[in-house]
Structure formats: structure tokens, C-alpha cells
């Protein structure tokens, strides 16, 4: 060979000898060329000499040759040590290329997964050097890089980061990645060979994507890879490619149902992977005949609109569903009615689509209420008991779901902003039903505010469908590749991601977790209502009592968000001044409530929540506003893109507190029912509360009935 003559003949004959024959002075020559290369001038010497045994060199007279390919089981590592190299992925061609001093595959190595990528010999007479894997295991493994880059045409589209724990499979973790990029990725590493493997890397892509890419751009994604020939025309490998496709996009549906089942172009493509998976007789077509079942009941469902009224105070109340269960879900296309003022306080009745924007409602609104003025001139407000004024911006949607407990909507021209003025009735409690708490045992209405809350919380329109079909949904329980938390379909997840990173950003109403949340703090106002509105001091001390217990039971039957609620309202000022009635508490009722108020406790990042909760199983209610507060804080604490790529240290962190919501409602809450003595009558007072959310009108209330001692 021409190129073994020169000065690099003599290294190179040497590097070509099996390691046992090499003589001490042939590895000493080896290890002063190690010392001069890049890729390796992180090793210590000791490694170094340890290397000089038993790196090999390869030659590759001829551009062209494969070295390995994409999908292959990783052998080696290896350094250009002259010439180049090409790395192709399949469907993309040439990515990037590698010169003198560069190395490659060491991913497929460290990770113990298929080759990310080929290797093509790009110049005529391509030396390299080989490390293969058991020696790469004994000396570099533990010493590689902590963050490995992968660059496409000289970009960076993949940094991955050795991972601290030990237990993972996958020794390297995705820091920051493109979407496109990252979908590659899980198909190659994630979803080879064994498919009821629960992968937290492609649950955290899933929980997360609609952050960094629409359910439709993903659809494409996968298309692209579906249809995509492997190079060769190797039919077995496009169709493993395949399969994994069709098992990306059954774990997609599994993970998130419902906003994917929204998207036309997922589920057209779904129909085509069953139709696929059938003709091919592939062992998926079980799996992908449940999701289209599941497309099924979703488009059933999807159909029927529902409709809801916003009564002045209280939850929106669904006045007709089409469902037997009477409980539905918020869609956007359901239609809600609410009321729209304007600055003198008369009003209008509209009935739009919850996912009508803030201009649309404001339009129809000015219209009704004859209010002549260009739409960019109109502003739509939300005026609070308290009298504070928020503008809504033009592309919000769900606005009435959205509103604080007394607050009303308004509509006027921008200049009037200041004189939109409370309604007397924002400051007098909101209409609620009248039941004397003395003849309800605290257990049975907190059973039923459980349930309520519950209802809530799990959305049960789905669930129902579900069970509709008792007899398939005993299937899907006792099936082990098809575990059960996968049918509680979860509408929050996405809404809580909505609502962290807003909703005006995704166009998205999140109406039923606004639902959720208003009942909290509605919970926690009646609390105040309740105790500022019972003006006999030995009735008020009853009714304290009751509180507590109430708390005790929401405690006990895991409704911690409930609990909190009603603490929190023992705790506003407007209650906590109340010192006759505190004194006159009994000792036990006391004692509870101290142990009570130590859990709501705020401090060291509500520790003592936290306890509570781990030591709880599911299911669960939990405090939603905290869990708001988490995913608020990992939001506005991280980027979510980094030079271009997506972080996904961030998605994983949030993935992980959505993790903790899933892990809640994993079971359905079964308590038993109290004896049913009162049981329409508190079913219905717990729907519908009576609350005061001014403090200024309760702070009033609470100096009347024991004026402030000087
Ligand atoms: P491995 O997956 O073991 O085999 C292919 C190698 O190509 C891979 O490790 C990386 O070391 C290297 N490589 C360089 N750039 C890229 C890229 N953009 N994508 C994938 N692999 C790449």
C-alpha cells in the first residue's frame, strides 16, 4: 500500500499487530502518539498506556465503505486519525462530517442502544483508530465526557448528559435536543425490543410535547419516519422503524388521549397504523385496535356539545349533557351562559362557545347592550368584589370560567375603564342554598363535598364511558400490558401546562381546572361567609366545630385540597379575630385544629404537605394551587428552549409534577356513604355554597359580631 510508506509506516504496523504480540517499546511509541491526540486528551496517562495495548487501526482505502450502520448493535469506538468520515441518518442523509482528531460511536456504547446513526468513509484512504467495547468498558466508560454534542451541519441538535443515577438503564440523559430531533431519538434508543416497558424519557416527551410542538407537527414527525425507506432497502429494518412508530403513537394516546384525539390529522393517521398493523399481522394490532376503540368513544363524545351556565357565584352548572352521568367535561365547543355589564350595571345574557376569545365576547356584548364603539376601542373587564379592575387581552379564551367567585365581566369603551364600579350585589353573599349545619353530621357532608370535589377532579364524564362498558373495562384491568391508569384520562395535565405557560399562548381554554380551582377558593370563602354570617356566639362556636371536623374527614378521605381549603378559611383574619368564639372551642376540637393548621403550614416549601401527601396513597385530591405553584416556579426558573433546542430539563421536571397529578387520580375514590338521612338535601347544599369573596365586607361582618376590644 502507497499510504504505509512514510514516516507513519512504522506506527501503523505496530497499531495493526494483535495486542499480545506487541513489545514493550511498540507500546511505548503507541502511548506517545496517544498523548498527542484531541479526542483523547481528557484520559490520564495511566489510561493512556492502558490504551496503547489494545487500540487497533483500520484502514479504508475506498470512499463509500460503511463502517457500521444506523440500527446496528455498537462494537466499537473510534478516532479519525487521517481523512473523514460522513454520518448519515436515515431520512436525512449526510449530517455531519468528521475529520482528523474527531471521534464517533460512542453513544451506541455508553448507552447500550442500537446506532444512532452510519458511518460512510468519505476520502479515499480513511485511517482510524478502534477501541472495542469490552476494553472501552474497562478504561473509558466511567471516564467519558459528561456531556456529549451531536452536531448536525455544524449545529449542535443533541446534548446528552451522564446521568447521576445508577439504576437507569440509559446512562446518558437528553439534556437539550430539537423536537424533530428528540422524536428521532426515542424511535432509535427508546422503543427497540421490548414494548411494556414503561420509558420515563418518552413519558416526559409525551406529558410535555404540546410546550415545543404541536400534536399535528408531531403527527408529521411520525409520518416521516413511518414512510420512510431505509437506505439499502432493508425491509426487515424500515420495518422495525415501523413498528416503533405505531407503538410512539399508542403510548401517545395512552399518555394524553384527549387533546390528541382533538387533532383530525392523529386520527386519520391512527386509522391507517390499524389498518396497517392488521394487514401486516403484526402483534401491535391488539394494542392499536384499543386506541381505536377508545377514537371511537372520544368522537362520540366529542360530538355532543353540552351546555352550562355561570350563575352569578358557584361552579358553571351543566344544564344539558348529552351523557347519562350528568357530570361532564368543559370542551371548548361546549356553549356557556353568563351575563356581560356595562358601566351603568345594566346587563346582557350571552351564550357563546367556551372557546370564545375576549374580542368576540366583547363584540356580541356591545352589540346587546347597545354600546356603539369600534371593536379596539371596547375593553372587557373583569371588576372583582373587591372592586379591582383586570383587562382581558383580546385573544384570551374561556373568560368566563376564569373569573374570580364574585367577579363580573364588563364591557366598555377603553376610556371608561375607571369608572367601571362594583355591582352591589359583588359585596352580599352569592346565592347559596340554606340548611342548618347543626342537623348535618360533619362525616356525611364531608362525604359529599368529597365527592363533589372528586368529580371535580376526575372529570367522571370519561370514566363513565369507560365503565359503561363494565365488562371491557374488567379487561383492561386485568391485562398487564394495558394498565389501568391509563384510561383515566386526564384533562389537567394539558390545562395545567396551559395555564403555566398561558393560556393566550396555545389558544387553549383551561376551563376545568379554572372550575377546580374556583372551588377551592369558594370552600375556603364559605368557611368565612358561614362563621361572619351566625350572629348567635354559641351557634358560631357550633358552627367552628363543625368546620374543623369537616376538615378532619376531608383529611380522611384524602381530599387534602378540601382540607386546605376550609383551613385556609378558619384561618383569614376575618375568623381568626373571633376570640370568644375560639375560646369557647372544647379542648379536642382545638387540639384538632392545631394539628390541622401545622399542615397547611407554608413554610420550608409547605414541608409538612409534602409529608402528608407521601405518606397518603392514592387516590387523592391534592392541593392544586401548590402544584400550580411548582410547575409556575420550574417555568419561570428554566428556559424552555436553549440556543434553539429544546430543554429538556425543564420537560422532565415538569413531566415529573404532572407525574404526581396521575399518580392521584391512578384509582377511583370509593368511601362509604354515610347512612343516608339528609342525603339530596347536603348533595345539593355542598354544590352550591354560599360565599362572600370581599374582605372588606367580612372584616365588617366579623368587627359586628365581636367589635374590636381597645
Ligand atoms: P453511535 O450512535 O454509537 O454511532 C453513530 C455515531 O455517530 C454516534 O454514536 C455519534 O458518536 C456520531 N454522531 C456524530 N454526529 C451525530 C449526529 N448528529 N447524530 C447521531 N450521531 C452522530
Known amino acids: 500500500e502507497l499510504s504505509d510508506r512514510g514516516p507513519d509506516a512504522w506506527l501503523r504496523m505496530i497499531l495493526r499487530k494483535p495486542s499480545n504480540d506487541r513489545t514493550p517499546e511498540d507500546l511505548e511509541t503507541i502511548y506517545e502518539e496517544l498523548m498527542h491526540m484531541k479526542p483523547l486528551s481528557h484520559l490520564s496517562n495511566s489510561m493512556k ?59 451506541a456504547l455508553i448507552n447500550d442502544v442500537p446506532r444512532a446513526a452510519s458511518i460512510i468513509v468519505r476520502e479515499d484512504n480513511t485511517h482510524l483508530l478502534r477501541v472495542d467495547k469490552e476494553d472501552f468498558n474497562r478504561i473509558l466508560r466511567d471516564v467519558e465526557a459528561n456531556i456529549v454534542r451531536l452536531k448536525e451541519h455544524g449545529k449542535d441538535v443533541l446534548i446528552l448528559e451522564k446521568s447521576s443515577s445508577n439504576n437507569s438503564a440509559h446512562k446518558y440523559v437528553v439534556m437539550a435536543c430539537t423536537a424533530s430531533r428528540m422524536v428521532e431519538h426515542l424511535l432509535d434508543s427508546r422503543l427497540d425490543g421490548n414494548t411494556s416497558n414503561y420509558d420515563p424519557a418518552l413519558d416526559d416527551f409525551l406529558l410535555t410535547h404540546v410546550v415545543f410542538i404541536s400534536p399535528r407537527a408531531l403527527v408529521q414527525e411520525l409520518r416521516k419516519h413511518y414512510s420512510m425507506d431505509s437506505p439499502h432497502h432493508d425491509r426487515e429494518l424500515s420495518e422495525t422503524y415501523r413498528r416503533r412508530v405505531v407503538f410512539f403513537m399508542y403510548r401517545w394516546v395512552t399518555t394524553v388521549r384527549h387533546p390528541l384525539l382533538n387533532e383530525p390529522s392523529a386520527v386519520q393517521f391512527i386509522e391507517e397504523l390499524v389498518a396497517e ?60 351562559i353568563f351575563r356581560v355589564y356595562c358601566a351603568d350595571h345594566t346587563y346582557c345574557t350571552l351564550r ?38 383586570v383587562v ?59 365527592m363533589f370535589d372528586w368529580d371535580l377532579f376526575w372529570n367522571i364524564h370519561e370514566v363513565r364511558i369507560c365503565l359503561r362498558g363494565i365488562n371491557e373495562a374488567k379487561v383492561c384491568l386485568n391485562n398487564d400490558d394495558f394498565p389501568p391508569k391509563i384510561h383515566f384520562f386526564n384533562c389537567y395535565q394539558y390545562e395545567l401546562l396551559y395555564h403555566t405557560f398561558g393560556r393566550h399562548r396555545f389558544g387553549q381554554s383551561t376551563a376545568n381546572l379554572d372550575v377546580f380551582l374556583r372551588r377551592f377558593n369558594e370552600l375556603q370563602y364559605w368557611v368565612v361567609t358561614e362563621i361572619c354570617m351566625t ?36 384561618s383569614n383574619v376575618a375568623v381568626s379575630r373571633l376570640s370568644s368564639t375560639w375560646d369557647k372551642l372544647p379542648g379536642k376540637s382545638r387540639k384538632l385544629y392545631t394539628q390541622l393548621e401545622a399542615t397547611i403550614d407554608p413554610s420550608r416549601n409547605h414541608r409538612a404537605y409534602r409529608g402528608v ?87 365588617s361582618l366579623s368587627n359586628k359580631l365581636e367589635p374590636r376590644r381597645s
Request: aromatic content about 6%; proline content about 5%; overall charge neutral.
Open 49 to 107: 498506556r492502558e490504551l496503547a495495548s489494545v487500540i487497533m487501526f483500520e484502514a479504508h482505502p475506498k470512499s463509500g465503505t460503511v463502517v457500521f450502520e444506523q440500527g446496528e448493535e455498537g462494537r466499537s469506538w473510534y478516532l479519525v486519525l487521517c481523512g473523514s468520515v460522513d454520518v448519515v441518518i436515515h431520512g436525512k442523509g449526510v449530517v455531519a462530517t468528521l475529520h482528523s482528531g474527531e471521534d464517533f460511536g460512542k453513544l
Open 392 to 450: 382581558f387581552k383580546d385573544c384570551e379564551v374561556s373568560i368566563p370560567t376564569t373569573l374570580t367567585l364574585n367577579g363580573k365581566i364588563f364591557v366598555a369603551p377603553k376610556e371608561h375603564l375607571d369608572a367601571l364600579t362594583v355591582i352591589p350585589e359583588q359585596e352580599a353573599p352569592t346565592e347559596g342554598l340554606e340548611l342548618d349545619l347543626e342537623d348535618v353530621s360533619a362525616r356525611e357532608m364531608a362525604y359529599h363535598m368529597t
Open 535 to 570: 350572629s348567635s356566639l354559641s351557634k358560631r362556636v357550633h358552627v367552628l366545630r363543625k368546620i374543623i371536623k369537616l376538615a378532619a374527614y376531608c383529611r380522611e378521605f384524602h381530599n387534602i385540597n378540601g382540607m386546605f381549603a376550609l383551613v385556609l378559611g378558619l
Open 613 to 699: 401527601v407521601s405518606s397518603m396513597s392514592a387516590p387523592l385530591i391534592p392541593f392544586m394551587p401548590l402544584l400550580l405553584k411548582d410547575m409556575t416556579f420550574i417555568h419561570e426558573g428554566n428556559k424552555t428552549m436553549v440556543d434553539g433546542l429544546v430543554n429538556f430539563e425543564k420537560m422532565h421536571m415538569l413531566a415529573q409534577t404532572l407525574r404526581t397529578l396521575r399518580y392521584c387520580r391512578n384509582r377511583r375514590l370509593v368511601i362509604d356513604p354515610p347512612s343516608p338521612k339528609n342525603e339530596a338535601e347536603v348533595r345539593a347544599y355542598v354544590r352550591c355554597l354560599r360565599t362572600i369573596d370581599h374582605q372588606r365586607t367580612l372584616n
Open 277 to 336: 398493523c392488521e394487514r401486516e399481522g403484526w402483534e401491535e394490532s391488539a394494542l392499536m385496535n384499543r386506541i381505536s376503540a377508545q377514537v371511537t368513544r372520544h368522537q362520540d363524545a366529542a360530538a355532543h356539545t353540552n351546555k352550562w351556565k355561570l350563575p352569578p357565584g358557584g361552579q358553571p352548572i351543566c344544564l344539558f349533557t348529552h351523557n347519562e352521568t350528568g357530570c361532564a367535561l368543559i370542551k371548548p365547543h361546549d356553549d356557556i
Open 352 to 389: 357563546l362557545p367556551v372557546a370564545a376569545t375576549a374580542e368576540q365576547i366583547k363584540v356580541c356584548a356591545a352589540d346587546k347592550l347597545g354600546i356603539r364603539a369600534r371593536a379596539e376601542d371596547l375593553i372587557l373587564v373583569e371588576v372583582k368584589s373587591s372592586g379591582e379592575r
